[in-house]
């Protein structure tokens, strides 16, 4: 395996990676809420049912191993706006705010003649999480279309703001009015004579599992086939029925985001249009005996990733580096041509994406910094690399898995003898990336379930 700085000249490059005669490329980045990455037909997944998704992967570019570094909302949302770990913009932790003072992709791009939406579920924002309302200033991180709420998942009595603090009722079921506003968004774009960078951020398909007619009976909890790590007696949602109720949000979603793919390409857009494809975290759902997300586990580090520009990026491209959240903001400004500011923590991907080039990290770093759901497990750090999932608390070795050989993670290596060394190499890789970026064991250490 290829070692070497998160940061490289790459970046340099990357700043070439458009040209100057070339229009600055749009961004459409769609985020639904809780969705693992192995649950998409184009990975394989015979059961979902996501033939738009599908379809973007086959005409772009498809991440089979991207992670998020911190799978839970608010430290995801919050790296996939700066590029920076979560810890570093004071939001390890849910349900507390990002800093004014950060520098988000939307502020880079406005400052560059973009026109900035964002719409959903935004979650990086302190205090209650009902009514949701952020006002237009600073707090909104470079944004300026906006319609949004701040954390809801009652799906069929949702509402969002706009300008001001009134809450505005969505008269159908969340998901389709989501869309509605990011249709409505494009239409706008369309008559501007400017770029224009839109994160879509659905609250879809966390649970509950909520559905509109058509879909609540789709799958049938007795015909779901239960992943090999999959084990009875999880405290909460990792029944058959979850799972079902899962599959059928999965569909819904992959439905909206095929309308939202057709009028980008009524309107003339899909050709210089970067669409990108991912989610905050996954979910547990009843693999390892265990519900929700902040472990370490494929079920919960692993989410979508896929690339689409027709305009840039040659399609049917796949890839298993190691790919994180934290890449996402330096990578998309390094196809816009933007060079990432050096502050950022992540690495910029679109060399790879372009190009193919073989020289990207060797790991994604993993965390969570606050004590997992009803307290089942300590705060812990972690390696994924091509081929292995390592993951520690403070004290001990916690968990080492060949994802080459053990694809499920049935088969915990930690205390095996022959890996002693490599396990003190990942211990040695992680203490050095927290002194470089300033990640400490006692940071948050008894930060509360939120």
């Known amino acids: 395996m290829v070692r070497m700085r998160r940061r490289t000249f790459l970046s340099f490059l990357a700043a070439a990676a458009v040209p100057a005669t070339r229009k600055p490329p749009n961004i459409l980045f769609i985020m639904p809420d809780q969705w693992r990455g192995m649950d998409l037909g184009s990975l394989g997944n015979r059961q979902v049912r996501t033939p738009n998704l599908d379809r973007l992967a086959l005409e772009g570019f498809q991440f089979r191993s991207m992670s998020a570094n911190s799978p839970v909302c608010t430290p995801a949302r919050s790296m996939l706006l700066t590029g920076r770990y979560c810890y570093a913009t004071g939001t390890a932790v849910n349900d507390v705010p990002l800093r004014d003072e950060e520098t988000s992709i939307a502020e880079i791009l406005k400052d560059r003649g973009y026109y900035t939406g964002f719409i959903g579920k935004w979650h990086v924002q302190g205090g209650m999480r009902e009514p949701g309302f952020v006002p237009p200033g600073p707090r909104r991180q470079g944004f300026e279309f906006w319609a949004a709420n701040i954390c809801s998942h009652d799906y069929f009595h949702m509402h969002y703001f706009r300008d001001d603090p009134k ?25 501007r004579a400017q770029p224009f960078c839109l994160y879509l951020q659905y609250p879809t398909p966390h649970d509950p599992y909520l559905l509109p ?9 007795e015909r779901i086939e239960l992943r090999k790590n999959w084990e009875e007696g999880a405290k909460r949602g990792g029944t058959a029925k979850d799972i079902a109720g899962y599959y059928a949000a999965i569909a819904c979603l992959d439905d909206q985001i095929g ?30 005996r265990t519900f929700n997300k902040r472990k370490p586990w494929e079920e919960s580090t692993n989410v979508p990733g896929i690339f689409r520009w027709p305009s840039g990026i040659k399609p049917a491209g796949v890839s298993d580096a190691p790919i994180s959240h934290v ?46 759901e009803l307290n089942e497990f300590e705060p812990w750090r972690g390696l994924r690399t091509r081929r292995w999932k390592y993951a520690r608390f403070k004290n001990e070795p916690w968990m080492l898995h060949d994802l080459a050989a053990d694809p499920f993670e049935l088969s915990n290596l930690a205390k095996d003898k022959r890996f002693a060394k490599l396990m003190v ?25 939120r």
């Open 167 to 191: 809450p505005i009722s969505m008269p159908v079921y969340d998901t389709f009015a989501w869309t509605d506003l990011a249709l409505e968004f494009l239409d706008k774009s369309a008559e």
């Open 213 to 221: 007619p058509g879909y609540e009976t789709m799958y049938s909890p």
């Open 259 to 288: 309308r939202v793919l057709k009028r980008l390409g009524d309107l003339g857009l899909r050709e210089n249009t970067i669409v990108v494809f991912t989610s905050d975290h996954g979910n547990m759902l009843g693999s390892h």
């Open 327 to 372: 890449d996402i903001v330096p990578t998309l400004l390094g196809l816009c041509g933007v060079r990432p500011p050096a502050n950022m923590h992540g690495f910029d991907y679109s060399t790879h994406i372009l190009r193919g080039s073989k020289r990207t990290p060797e790991f994604a770093y993993l965390m969570s910094h606050g004590k997992t």
């Open 425 to 449: 190499r990942f211990d040695r890789e992680i203490e050095g990336l927290m002194k470089r970026t300033g990640d400490r064991w006692d940071e948050l250490l008894d930060a509360p379930y």
